[in-house]
């Protein structure tokens, strides 16, 4: 059975994509990241948000997630994936690098017109962490602080760490 070579999770904002799209050269694999496969399928995050509502999201996440484990690429989930016991399950055979970030780096990347559970900003992130903390430590072998870390060298601190598990 074909599994991603890395699922990268964590918070809102904190850098998954980015730190993706940096390591999928690296491993000479392709990037998957959930809700821009959400998006391309039914739209704009927000508007799913306000029109459909967030379980309806949900519904859309999970089945992008299950699409994407199936692939032998770069996962990047979004935030809020890990809150499906499904899931969480799911990510038990699978290599996961949790991205964290410190408040004072995120604070700048709180765009909540992109982010519908983000519209106070900093003190939304802070409870979305909160709630979800435990989640990400639950599925995550590895955790990754991209706060002060160029994504270049949080990719390459991943990669060596996959090279180390093979």
């Given at each position: 059975?074909?599994?991603?070579?890395?699922?990268?999770?964590?918070?809102?904002?904190?850098?998954?994509?980015?730190?993706?799209?940096?390591?999928?050269?690296?491993?000479?694999?392709?990037?998957?990241?959930?809700?821009?496969?959400?998006?391309?399928?039914h739209g704009p995050i927000p508007d799913i948000?306000?029109?459909?509502?967030?379980?309806?999201?949900?519904?859309?996440?999970?089945?992008?997630?299950?699409?994407?484990?199936?692939?032998?690429?770069?996962?990047?989930?979004?935030?809020?994936?890990?809150?499906?016991?499904?899931?969480?399950?799911?990510?038990?055979?699978?290599?996961?690098?949790?991205?964290?970030?410190?408040e004072d780096a995120v604070a700048h990347r709180l765009n909540s017109n992109k982010r519908p559970l983000l519209r106070d900003g900093l003190e939304s992130w802070r409870q979305l962490l909160a709630e979800r903390s435990a989640w990400y430590t639950e599925v995550a072998d590895r955790v990754f602080d991209a706060s002060h870390t160029p994504v270049d060298r949080v990719a390459a601190e991943i990669l060596e760490w996959l090279e180390a598990k093979s």
């Open positions: 059975m074909t599994h991603p070579v890395v699922v990268l999770v964590g918070p809102p904002a904190s850098g998954k994509t980015r730190v993706a799209k940096a390591l999928a050269p690296l491993v000479g694999r392709s990037v998957i990241d959930t809700d821009k496969m959400i998006v391309r399928e948000f306000e029109t459909q509502g967030e379980s309806v999201f949900r519904q859309y996440e999970r089945a992008a997630v299950i699409d994407a484990l199936a692939s032998d690429a770069v996962v990047s989930l979004g935030g809020g994936a890990v809150i499906d016991p499904d899931t969480r399950a799911d990510l038990l055979n699978v290599p996961v690098a949790m991205i964290t970030i410190s």
